[in-house]
């Protein structure tokens, strides 16, 4: 029997994106920019989907002090790592207080922050997602239906 309730207990407190990353180069690419006022931790994971050479070989989280990535710094990093199989992942986390830290320390106010990949070839590609923990919960931080 299907329940008549309707749970909103994630999905009102995560807010889970998912791209497509094919950037066509091997320079490192910020997957998109999102604004960090209502963001109280931050979950990027990317998989690799599509492989010609080793995936990607640095999975960076990155904060820049406006949409467009101006004053972009590397905030956590992966390191070099190797998923070189469709399906492997890494992961990296960053919480608000990190974010305003190295904001303090660098002088400037981060307002965004992204995941940044730098694939092995140029044909290589990446599934990625962003799991933003909520300052205050609310409805429907997650779409139910994305259609592209």
């Known amino acids: 029997m299907t329940s008549p309730l309707e749970v909103l207990k994630?999905?009102?407190?995560?807010?889970?994106?998912?791209?497509?990353?094919?950037p066509d180069s091997t320079a490192a690419?910020?997957?998109?920019?999102?604004?960090?006022?209502?963001?109280?931790?931050?979950?990027?994971m990317a998989m690799t989907s599509a492989l010609t050479g080793a995936g990607f070989t640095l999975m960076e989280i990155?904060?820049?002090?406006?949409?467009?990535?101006?004053?972009?710094?590397?905030?956590?990093?992966s390191g070099t790592v190797?998923?070189?199989?469709?399906?492997d992942y890494v992961q990296l986390e960053l919480t608000q207080e990190q974010l305003a830290q190295e904001g303090s320390d660098?002088?400037?106010s981060y307002t965004h922050y992204g995941v940044r990949l730098t694939m092995d070839n140029a044909a290589d590609e990446a599934v990625v997602a962003y799991i933003e923990e909520s300052k205050r919960p609310h409805r429907a931080l997650t779409a139910n239906y994305i259609s592209t």
């Open 62 to 77: 990155v904060a820049a002090t406006s949409s467009t990535g101006e004053n972009a710094a590397q905030i956590v990093t």
């Open 29 to 44: 690419t910020v997957v998109e920019w999102v604004a960090a006022r209502d963001m109280k931790n931050f979950l990027g």
């Open 10 to 22: 994630l999905s009102a407190n995560l807010k889970v994106t998912m791209y497509d990353h094919d």
């Open 82 to 87: 190797a998923p070189d199989a469709v399906g």
């Open 106 to 108: 660098a002088g400037v």
